[in-house]
């Protein structure tokens, strides 16, 4: 079965400290990733995908996201965080569940606090 | 319009009631999707709809929740004899084909609550 793990409920980092957020996922076939992020009464907002191609993938709001296949892993980072980056994470994996249909299957998300 | 838009943005309802919730996706999407998140959790798939079809309903908890988009663009997600433990963050979210290989665009969601 498809699924996705974010191993950590909360991450704290001090403004101008880099960030990871970690991810860690489960798929049959070639995992196509997707980061969101979600501000308070906000809906989801897309901030990078890995689908093919160069390990790294650059993504909105100087986010980056690196994909190890070995590991099974797509940590979510950031050279220097602001506070302004603070929200809540999800990490998603696309699940084909057939004839061409695709749907999310989405981790618990994490809480980033920045602190000032 | 610019975003994929949810109406209305929060609801109360009596348990046993019936509810309907909004959905108008970015014009020119063919994808829409609902999502339920309960909280502390990440969003979890409901329904897909490919233009009018729904392409996967697998997602439904049981059979008081339905979802129709008639004409291709706009979608309701009906909801019966609704129970407490329907109380959830409702999102919807359209991509322009479906995931092959564009991201989906999210509402800001539906916030029901059964009292």
């Known amino acids: 079965a498809q699924s996705v793990a974010q191993p950590e409920d909360q991450v704290n980092v001090a403004e101008g400290n880099p960030l990871t957020v970690k991810c860690t996922y489960s798929?049959?076939?070639?995992?196509?990733l997707f980061w969101y992020v979600q501000y308070p009464n906000r809906g989801l907002q897309f901030l990078l995908k890995y689908i093919t191609g160069d390990n790294l993938v650059k993504g909105s709001y100087g986010f980056e996201a690196e994909f190890n296949k070995s590991q099974t892993s797509f940590h979510l980072k950031k050279p220097s965080a602001l506070v302004s980056d603070s929200a809540l994470y999800f990490c998603?994996?696309?699940?084909?569940?057939?004839?061409?249909?695709?749907?999310?299957?989405f981790g618990k998300g994490t809480k980033l606090s920045v602190i000032p | 319009g610019a975003g994929v838009s949810q109406t209305p943005s929060n609801k109360v309802t009596e348990k046993g009631k019936y509810v309907e919730l909004r959905c108008d996706p970015i014009?020119?999407?063919?994808?829409l999707y609902w999502y339920r998140q309960s909280l502390g959790q990440g969003p979890e798939f409901l329904i897909y709809f490919q233009g009018t079809g729904a392409a996967d309903d697998s997602g439904l908890p049981n059979d008081r929740f339905f979802a129709v988009r008639p004409e291709g663009s706009v979608s309701t997600l009906k909801i019966q004899r609704t129970e407490r433990g329907d109380s959830a963050v409702y999102l919807c979210?359209?991509?322009?084909?479906?995931?092959?290989?564009?991201?989906?665009?999210f509402g800001q969601g539906t916030r029901l609550t059964v009292v």
């Open positions: 014009s020119g999407h063919t994808a």
């Open positions: 979210a359209s991509s322009l084909r479906g995931l092959g290989n564009t991201e989906a665009f």
């Open positions: 798929v049959s076939g070639n995992p196509y």
């Open positions: 998603a994996a696309r699940h084909d569940s057939g004839a061409g249909s695709y749907q999310l299957t």
